[in-house]
């Protein structure tokens, strides 16, 4: 894996996640207990925060980044993930929060000052638009991503099934 210091910042990451050796960590980050991050993730926290809590997943190939803070954006804008997330393979997550039990489908784009609330899940190649919340137990979809329809049963079941299977599958890889 490839640790970067920057200025006063290096990164935490818990003894019990996994970091694929081809993911870059860079700066101000923070990596929860039991969370994965796998191959060809950039996580940046070179300008503001990056917060990803426990047994959260960040799939190939995604991106994670924030905002600094200028007159367009005063105070900047810091990224936290939550516990319990899946980050699809290939998403952009931007200076934006994710709360716990959310799936950020494959592609997707999550972007500066958005909030997606606890139990949302976003579907595969939808865009999260500045500054838009999206309420948890429902599935969202398109771009600019609509509220579809609630999550059934299992799909919320699922949620939680996604943070445990790949706390498996990153002790199998860490072995």
Known sequence: ???????????????????????????????????????????????????????????????????????????????????????????????????????IGMGSVILDGAIVRKGAMVGAGSLVSPGKEIEGGYLWLGSPAKRVRELTEKEKAFLQYSSSHYVDLKNRHMK
Not at 26 to 35: E, L, M
Not at 57 to 69: K, M, R
Request: charged residues 20%; contains cysteine.
């Open 1 to 103: 894996m490839t640790i970067r210091s920057f200025e006063d910042y290096t990164p935490e990451i818990a003894e019990s996640a996994f970091v694929d050796d081809s993911a870059v960590v860079t700066g101000n980050v923070v990596i929860g207990a039991d969370s994965s991050v796998w191959p060809m993730c950039s996580i940046r926290g070179d300008i503001h925060s990056i917060r990803i809590g426990e047994r959260t997943n960040i799939q190939d190939g995604s991106i994670l980044h924030v905002t600094h803070d200028s007159e367009f954006a005063p105070g900047g804008n810091a990224l936290s993930i939550g516990n319990d997330v899946t980050v699809g393979h290939n998403a952009v997550v931007h200076a934006c929060t994710v709360e716990d039990l959310c799936l």
